[in-house]
C-alpha cells in the first residue's frame, strides 16, 4: 500500500477486521502519529502470517482494544522499538507469547 496517505486519519479501527484471507501485510509506510483509535484494527485476520507495523507509533492515548484478537497465525511481526502494546486486563489487546512468533524490531 505505497501510495495510502494516512497522514490525516485519527480511526483505523476495523480497518483490516475480518480479512480472514489475508497472510501478509506491509504498512511500513503508514503514519500513524494522529491515530487514536486503533482497536479491532487486524481483528479476525485468522491467516495473517507477517506483519510489518515498523514505522506505527501508539501513543498512551491511543485505544488498541482487541487489535490482534484473533489472529492465530501470526508468524513474524516487525516493529520498531518505540512501538509498545498497553496491557489490557483482558488480555486480548497484547500479542501471545508465543515461541513462534518472532518480533524483529
Avoid at 501510495?3 to 486519519?9: A, I
Avoid at 477486521?17 to 486503533?38: G, I, Q, R
Avoid at 488498541?64 to 520498531?80: G, Q, R, T, V
Avoid at 486486563?89 to 501471545?96: E, I, M, Q, R, V
Amino acid at each position: 500500500m505505497p501510495n495510502f496517505n494516512t497522514d490525516n486519519v485519527k480511526d483505523m479501527s476495523y480497518m483490516f477486521s475480518y480479512c480472514s484471507s489475508l497472510k501478509e501485510l506491509n504498512l511500513s509506510n503508514f503514519n500513524t502519529n494522529n491515530v487514536k483509535d486503533m482497536s479491532h484494527m487486524f481483528d479476525g485476520c485468522k491467516s495473517l502470517k507477517i506483519l510489518n507495523l515498523i514505522n506505527f507509533k501508539i501513543a498512551h492515548h491511543t485505544d488498541i482494544y482487541y487489535m490482534f484478537c484473533n489472529c492465530l497465525s501470526f508468524k513474524e511481526l516487525y516493529i520498531s522499538s518505540s512501538f509498545y502494546i498497553v496491557v489490557k486486563k483482558d488480555g486480548y489487546t497484547y500479542l501471545p507469547d508465543e515461541p513462534k512468533l518472532k518480533i524483529k524490531k
